[in-house]
């Protein structure tokens, strides 16, 4: 009778023990985390000039890279509306419109091309140095010509 005693209390402490593990959580992971704080360049890479001229050549290059890494968000014309910013429900900038960067430094942008910014993965591990100048020089440029030609297009004759 004794030892049915003692394993009725035994299993009752194993029983408890496992609840009381559950409840707990697993690691850090589980935890609440903070919200995250607002996104800050540092000043100093916002003050960054591009070092690539805005040529011919560079904005190609650019135009290629946009095409291939960032058209699945921003949309093939930089409109903002791009497959995958449809299906997340992203709400971006139109890059055709002059006042959707005007208050961005080239060293702003190549900070975000570089280190992502909210869904935006960076790219610094995939794009060289020159190409996010490059790549900065053709979204500059899609509002200067793009924009432009639209606002033709909607004007009344």
Request: hydrophobic share 35%; glycine share 6%; with cysteine.
């Amino acid at each position: 009778m004794r030892n049915s005693v003692i394993v009725t209390v035994f299993s009752l402490i194993l029983l408890a023990s496992a609840v009381l593990a559950q409840d707990k959580p697993k690691d850090d992971k589980d935890a609440k985390q903070p919200a995250p704080a607002d996104y800050k360049i540092p000043p100093e890479d916002a003050k960054k000039p591009n070092p690539v001229k805005p040529d011919s050549a560079s904005v190609a290059d650019g135009k290629h890279l946009f095409s291939s890494q960032c058209v699945m968000c921003h949309g093939k014309d930089g409109d903002g509306k791009g497959d995958l910013a449809q299906d997340m429900q992203l709400k971006l900038p139109d890059y055709r419109d002059p006042a959707a960067l005007k208050d961005k430094t080239d060293g702003e942008l190549f900070y975000i091309i570089t280190n992502g910014k909210g869904d935006m993965p960076g790219e610094g591990d995939r794009l060289a140095v020159n190409q996010r100048w490059n790549l900065i020089n053709y979204i500059r440029s899609l509002a200067s010509k793009e924009h432009a030609a639209a606002a033709k297009q909607e004007k009344p004759q």
